[in-house]
């Protein structure tokens, strides 16, 4: 499929060697969406959580240090702007370095929580996202290997051949692990149950932005 | 089996990897046989297999051609007018290199024969970008681990509530192993009894 009929009017390009960032509406607007609400996380304090304690009759709080508040918030800056360039680019390895990266730092956030729960199924998540390095760089590199190229403009104009529709499955594999999308949930979704909202929920919204641009690009790659 | 029971099963973190690592597998198992073939006309141009080693240059099989900063080497990139001066090292040997397939046929078989001259093209000209992203994501790593290491690893030991916590935990869960082993034994001593008689 074309990225015009999927994306509107090419708007134009930022051209960086061989890697070309194409800047469509769509792309845009998904890129502007994430960078505002990377400022907004930059700009906001993170929540507080009050638990009811067993047996007694006081509360306790579960507070975000001030040296982790500021880790945290870094890393998810980063993870916003990680996701944010995997909005734009016109490169399918580009995408998957990005993706690589958001994964990363997604472990990153939730590291300093001291609830074991939450670590336990960082480490979970940890060791799926190491396992997608293989079906990513792999399916980039059959895509590759297919058709010679990795741009997606070239890409969309291509007919898909069956290496280029196992590659594209690789691909998919490697994004619904990597973004935890069902039936790879689990890990994903206990890693948020901490207090620290804003920084915490990056998470989920860079996986939820780039299950869409991973959508975009499929049609890309195979139509 | 009842499906909520593998709902459930779906809901624990810690079976999660390992269903990822089954459905992987078996995509890798679909792909054995999947047609694959090499599509020659590639981003970075190959010369067909031992059709250099036949012509007998130096450096077969990685001799991309050229001459460092007056003529350019065989070379493809997908976008060359953003590229202007593309080609111009792939030529590029280091002085030992050039030592070493002057005195040897077989430079090109060992690893330190690849090409220098391309591959700095290729990370910090035509894809120089994918350079910066790989070097991040090292980075990013590398901050997370020190962190937690500067945090909780090495500054624990001034923390004594902390270790006295711990302390007792490691007690309890040394204790609670202890009783298991303790139970386990028992009953498998039973079960052991059990059979002789």
């Given at each position: 499929?074309?990225?015009?009929?999927?994306?509107?009017n090419?708007?134009?390009?930022i051209?960086l060697?061989?890697?070309?960032?194409?800047?469509?509406?769509?792309?845009?607007?998904?890129?502007?969406?994430?960078?505002?609400?990377?400022?907004?996380?930059?700009?906001?304090?993170?929540?507080?959580?009050?638990?009811?304690?067993?047996?007694?009759l006081?509360n306790?709080?579960?507070?975000?240090g001030?040296?982790?508040?500021?880790?945290?918030?870094?890393?998810?800056?980063?993870?916003?702007?990680?996701?944010?360039?995997?909005?734009?680019t016109?490169?399918l390895?580009?995408?998957?370095?990005?993706?690589?990266?958001?994964?990363?730092l997604?472990?990153g956030?939730?590291?300093?929580?001291?609830?074991?729960?939450?670590?336990?199924?960082?480490?979970n998540?940890?060791?799926?996202a190491?396992?997608?390095?293989?079906p990513?760089?792999?399916g980039?590199?059959?895509?590759?290997?297919?058709?010679?190229?990795?741009?997606?403009?070239?890409?969309?104009?291509?007919?898909?051949?069956?290496?280029?529709?196992?590659?594209?499955?690789?691909m998919?594999?490697?994004?619904?692990?990597?973004?935890?999308?069902?039936?790879f949930?689990?890990?994903?979704?206990?890693?948020f149950?901490?207090?620290?909202?804003?920084?915490?929920?990056?998470?989920h919204?860079?996986?939820?932005?780039?299950?869409?641009?991973?959508?975009?690009?499929?049609?890309?790659?195979?139509? | 089996?009842?499906?909520?029971?593998?709902?459930?099963?779906?809901?624990?973190p810690?079976?999660?990897?390992?269903?990822?690592?089954?459905?992987?597998?078996?995509?890798?198992?679909?792909?054995?046989?999947?047609?694959?073939a090499?599509?020659?006309?590639?981003?970075?141009?190959?010369?067909?297999?031992?059709?250099?080693?036949?012509?007998?240059?130096a450096?077969a099989?990685?001799?991309?051609?050229?001459?460092?900063?007056?003529?350019?080497?065989i070379?493809?990139?997908?976008?060359?007018?953003?590229?202007?001066?593309?080609?111009?090292?792939?030529?590029?040997?280091?002085p030992?290199?050039?030592?070493?397939?002057?005195?040897?046929?077989?430079f090109?078989?060992?690893?330190?024969?690849?090409?220098?001259?391309?591959?700095?093209?290729?990370?910090?000209y035509?894809?120089?970008?994918?350079?910066?992203l790989?070097?991040?994501?090292?980075?990013?790593s590398?901050?997370i681990?020190?962190?937690l290491?500067?945090?909780?690893?090495?500054?624990?030991?001034?923390?004594?509530?902390?270790?006295r916590?711990?302390?007792?935990?490691?007690i309890?869960?040394?204790?609670?192993?202890?009783?298991?082993?303790?139970?386990?034994?028992?009953?498998?001593?039973?079960?052991?009894?059990?059979?002789?008689?």
């Open positions: 499929m074309d990225f015009v009929t999927l994306g509107g090419l708007l134009g390009t051209p060697g061989d890697i070309v960032l194409y800047l469509t509406p769509f792309n845009l607007f998904l890129f502007a969406v994430l960078l505002g609400f990377t400022v907004l996380i930059a700009l906001s304090k993170p929540e507080t959580q009050v638990e009811a304690t067993l047996h007694y006081n306790t709080e579960v507070k975000v001030q040296k982790e508040l500021k880790q945290r918030r870094f890393l998810s800056i980063v993870c916003g702007l990680a996701s944010a360039g995997a909005m734009i016109g490169d390895f580009n995408f998957t370095l990005f993706m690589a990266l958001v994964g990363i997604n472990i956030i939730v590291s300093a929580v001291k609830q074991t729960s939450v670590l336990n199924s960082a480490f998540y940890g060791l799926i190491m396992m997608c390095s293989l990513l760089f792999g980039a590199a059959i895509i590759l290997a297919s058709a010679g190229t990795l741009s997606l403009a070239v890409l969309s104009q291509m007919s898909a051949s069956p290496m280029v529709v196992f590659g594209a499955v690789l998919l594999i490697g994004i619904l692990g990597e973004s935890g999308v069902a039936p949930f689990a890990s994903k979704a206990e890693m149950r901490t207090a620290g909202s804003p920084y915490i929920v990056i998470i919204l860079s996986s939820l932005f780039i299950i869409v641009r991973a959508v975009e690009i499929l049609l890309l790659v195979l139509w | 089996m009842r499906i909520g029971v593998l709902w459930n099963k779906l809901a624990d810690k079976n999660i990897p390992r269903l990822f690592a089954f459905s992987l597998g078996i995509i890798l198992i679909i792909g054995l046989v999947v047609p694959l090499l599509n020659p006309d590639q981003l970075y141009v190959r010369p067909a297999p031992q059709e250099q080693i036949d012509e007998g240059l450096i099989p990685y001799d991309r051609g050229g001459e460092v900063l007056t003529q350019a080497g070379i493809n990139p997908q976008y060359p007018d953003n590229a202007a001066s593309l080609g111009m090292i792939t030529g590029y040997m280091s030992l290199a050039q030592w070493v397939s002057s005195i040897s046929p077989y090109g078989t060992s690893i330190y024969s690849s090409p220098g001259g391309l591959i700095d093209e290729i990370l910090y035509t894809r120089g970008f994918d350079t910066i790989e070097s991040s994501i090292l980075m990013m590398f901050i681990a020190s962190w290491s500067v945090n909780y690893t090495m500054n624990r030991k001034n923390d004594g509530e902390e270790i916590q711990d302390v007792k935990k490691a309890k869960d040394s204790n609670n192993v202890a009783r298991e082993v303790k139970a386990n034994d028992v009953k498998a001593r039973s079960k052991q009894l059990r059979r002789d008689n």
